[in-house]
């Protein structure tokens, strides 16, 4: 069946610094990708869908200079929480879309919790 | 607005019980629904689907039923077991063109030996 990588699985980084989190279709070719955030307790909130060389398409409310995604390739797109604050402490989950899984497949990764101290 | 941050309701059923989890969704002009399952510290793992042309539909131990006149979904899973405990989330594709899922506020099963 189709797979989504997703890495890394946790990472802590300092206040400020800037993270980036890399979703791979491995058997497939995405060609569309969504990353969603969720909080504790919460349902997954839908941030952004990125087609296979477009730019992203962000959800209201989402800041597209903090959350920078790129889909540059069929197998890859990156999301860069960039100047991260504690308030963006979540568990992030991208999920991906292509050719091959039929009309309405959608595969998600294993998600990244990122904590920001 | 979608998503809303709320605390996330509990179902609790003894082991071999019948489950029945609910979702009101938002857009009746959604024309695609999928139940997920998620596990603490994973994605959400696909179970059923559902297409609005159909009213029910049934899987290994599970049926969706979509009532489109309420916007009501529902996942019944048949003999629920202890690996079943998990949070179970609907979504909706709003047919806004750009395939994208959103989520319900989920539902969490909890079963009982």
């Known amino acids: 069946g189709a797979v989504v990588s997703q890495h890394p699985s946790r990472v802590i980084c300092k206040s400020g610094t800037s993270v980036k989190i890399e979703c791979r279709s491995l058997?497939?070719?995405?060609?569309?990708m969504f990353w969603y955030r969720q909080f504790p307790k919460q349902s997954l909130m839908l941030m952004a869908t990125?087609?296979?060389?477009?730019?992203?398409?962000?959800e209201q409310g989402v800041e597209k200079d903090k959350f920078l995604i790129n889909h540059a390739s069929l197998t890859l797109s990156t999301l860069t929480v960039t100047s991260a604050h504690p308030e963006d402490s979540s568990f992030y989950i991208c999920?991906?879309?292509?050719?091959?899984?039929?009309?309405?497949?959608?595969?998600f990764g294993s998600g990244t919790r990122l904590t920001v101290v | 607005g979608e998503n809303v941050g709320l605390h996330l309701p509990t179902l609790s059923v003894q082991e071999g019980d019948n489950s029945i989890i609910n979702c009101a969704y938002s857009?009746?002009?959604?024309?695609?629904f999928i139940w997920y399952k998620q596990e603490s510290g994973k994605g959400p793992q696909f179970i059923i689907d559902?297409?609005?042309?159909?009213d029910k539909r049934q899987g290994q131990r599970v049926t969706v039923l979509l009532n489109k006149t309420v916007k009501h979904l529902s996942l019944q899973i048949a003999a629920t077991q202890p690996g079943d405990s998990a949070v179970y989330f609907c979504a909706e594709n709003p047919a806004t063109g750009f395939q994208k899922l959103v989520f319900g506020t989920g539902t969490r099963l909890l079963v009982s030996p």
């Open positions: 857009n009746s002009a959604s024309d695609y």
């Open positions: 990125s087609n296979e060389g477009s730019k992203a398409t962000y």
């Open positions: 559902i297409r609005s042309n159909m």
């Open positions: 058997d497939f070719q995405a060609t569309t």
């Open positions: 999920s991906a879309r292509g050719s091959g899984q039929g009309s309405y497949g959608y595969t």
